[in-house]
């Protein structure tokens, strides 16, 4: 167990629909990423929070956005959902100190999306 | 930019045996960490090993060891006396280590399956 929870573990929703994805990091951690993981794409980083503010962005489409609320907890809102956007959504936290060098993510147990 | 490359898209390995994992990778950024994640049929992905490109030896933990040859832009991944525990994808990554850039870049991953 890594001390990162992710909610909820499976989603099926349909086209066009929104859901939203949560994330609590593990105690201590003020970084949480955000990672998409699908058959074609693999693995890519969406977007990072660091202590409530948006840190860095990859490859994250307009329709998504995401936030990191006071309690570090964060959530992954997916919008105008498309077949294409089925997907494992991971949710990864990291101290992020100063001494970056010893940082490592620990990744929660991921959110499935299925998009019908 | 980063780059990881893991040309091994599957290996079958006899239980007992050690197994090499291939990565190698490319970046332009002076200072840099790789890591391993083992990802099970399950989903989560759990850390593995960690080597900083500053670090003089080659990283152990346990069953684990990095092979790291910077001149080659290897970091291979050793594991000894494999389990059948053990089957699952291996992800290669690695992170640009300056305060404010800590995304990490995936490989697409090495299917490992032991025999018995």
């Known amino acids: 167990d890594s001390g990162v929870t992710q909610t909820p573990k499976h989603l099926i929703t349909a086209t066009g629909q929104r859901v939203t994805l949560r994330c609590s990091p593990r105690?201590?951690?003020?970084?949480v990423y955000w990672y998409q993981q699908s058959l074609d794409q693999g693995l890519q980083f969406l977007i990072q929070?660091?202590?409530?503010?948006?840190?860095a962005k990859g490859n994250i489409l307009e329709r998504f956005s995401a936030q990191q609320f006071p309690d570090l907890h964060s959530e992954l809102n997916l919008s105008s959902l498309e077949l294409g956007d089925s997907a494992l959504y991971f949710c990864?936290?990291?101290?992020?100190?100063?001494?970056?060098?010893?940082?490592?993510?620990?990744f929660g147990p991921g959110t499935r999306l299925t998009v019908l | 930019a980063q780059k990881i490359t893991q040309t091994q898209p599957g290996m079958f390995v006899q239980e007992k045996e050690a197994v090499t994992l291939d990565c190698t990778y490319d970046?332009?950024?002076?200072?840099?960490?790789l890591f391993w994640y083992k990802q099970p049929s399950s989903g989560e992905m759990i850390f593995l090993i960690y080597?900083?490109?500053?670090?003089?030896q080659n990283a152990t933990e346990g069953r684990y060891s990095l092979n790291f040859q910077k001149a080659r832009k290897s970091a291979n991944l050793v594991i000894s006396a494999s389990q059948l525990g053990d089957s699952a994808m291996y992800f290669c990554?690695?992170?640009?280590?300056?305060?404010?850039?800590?995304?990490?870049?995936f490989g697409t991953g090495t299917r490992l399956t032991i025999i018995p």
């Open positions: 080597q900083g490109s500053y670090d003089q």
């Open positions: 105690s201590g951690d003020l970084s």
């Open positions: 929070y660091y202590n409530g503010e948006e840190r």
């Open positions: 990554a690695m992170r640009a280590l300056n305060f404010g850039n800590e995304k990490l870049t």
């Open positions: 970046t332009s950024d002076p200072s840099y960490g």
């Open positions: 990864a936290s990291s101290p992020t100190s100063m001494r970056a060098s010893t940082d490592t993510q620990y």
